[in-house]
């Protein structure tokens, strides 16, 4: 069955830029979604369409797409930010919804 | 304003079947390319989808369970129903109900609305 690939955990300082990547076979075809999740709550979408931020989402939220790799980029983050990290797309005929693996982002 | 409610028994017992309950509002479960999924995830772990019903009533389900769970709706009471057969413990989990929107052509869509979640313990 078709996975998305996130490393397991991102640590940065308050005020860097943090990175997390999600691999997939069929990312150039489907687009990606990045969910923000935190403990006890529901995700919350940060991301659309690969790049798209939702309305009421911070502009350090941003996302990019090369290939078959989409990363999630925070910049200047902030203690608030500390979550578990989501990517979401589909295989290739878009029928079957797969999540990635998740990355939790922890700020020092 | 659009929400989603999960409902359901909190304890269930290995190799009985589970029943939740999805009760929607803010939108028709009857709009096009809008549909509801059911989304899980075991304590501390992934989310999981297990499946998705569309606004025309087609249906598709996880390929790993697909043969433990049926998904319908009852658009008139604004409810989706998930049932899933044989529980066993490792099926403890918080299980989501989300909206899915899919407004780019082929592109399976994302989840706009989540529910709060239910946790469902599968023990005897």
């Known amino acids: 069955s078709y996975e998305l690939t996130q490393p397991p955990s991102v640590s940065v300082s308050p005020g860097q830029t943090a990175r997390i990547t999600c691999s997939g076979d069929?990312?150039?075809?489907?687009?990606a979604y990045w969910y923000q999740q935190k403990p006890g709550q529901a995700p919350v979408l940060v991301i659309y369409k690969d790049s798209e931020r939702p309305s009421g989402i911070p502009e350090r939220f941003s996302g990019s797409s090369s290939g078959t790799t989409v990363t999630l980029t925070i910049s200047g983050v902030q203690a608030e930010d500390e979550a578990d990290y989501y990517c979401q797309s589909a295989d290739s005929s878009g029928t079957f919804v797969v999540f990635g693996g998740g990355t939790k982002l922890t700020v020092l | 304003q659009v929400t989603l409610k999960e409902s359901g028994p909190v304890l269930v017992k290995p190799t009985e079947t589970l029943t939740l309950t999805c009760t929607v509002s803010g939108f028709s479960l009857s709009n096009a390319r809008m549909g509801v999924s059911w989304i899980r995830q075991p304590p501390g772990k992934a989310l999981e989808w297990l499946a998705h019903i569309f606004s025309n009533d087609e249906k598709s389900y996880s390929t790993s369970l697909k043969s433990r769970l049926t998904i319908s709706k009852d658009t008139s009471k604004s409810q989706v129903v998930l049932t899933m057969t044989n529980m066993d413990p490792v099926d403890t989990a918080t299980y989501y109900c989300?909206?899915?929107?899919?407004?780019?052509?082929?592109?399976?869509?994302?989840?706009?609305?989540w529910g709060q979640g239910t946790l469902v313990t599968v023990s005897s």
């Open positions: 069929a990312l150039p075809k489907q687009y």
């Open positions: 989300a909206r899915k929107l899919a407004p780019y052509g082929d592109d399976a869509g994302y989840f706009d609305y």
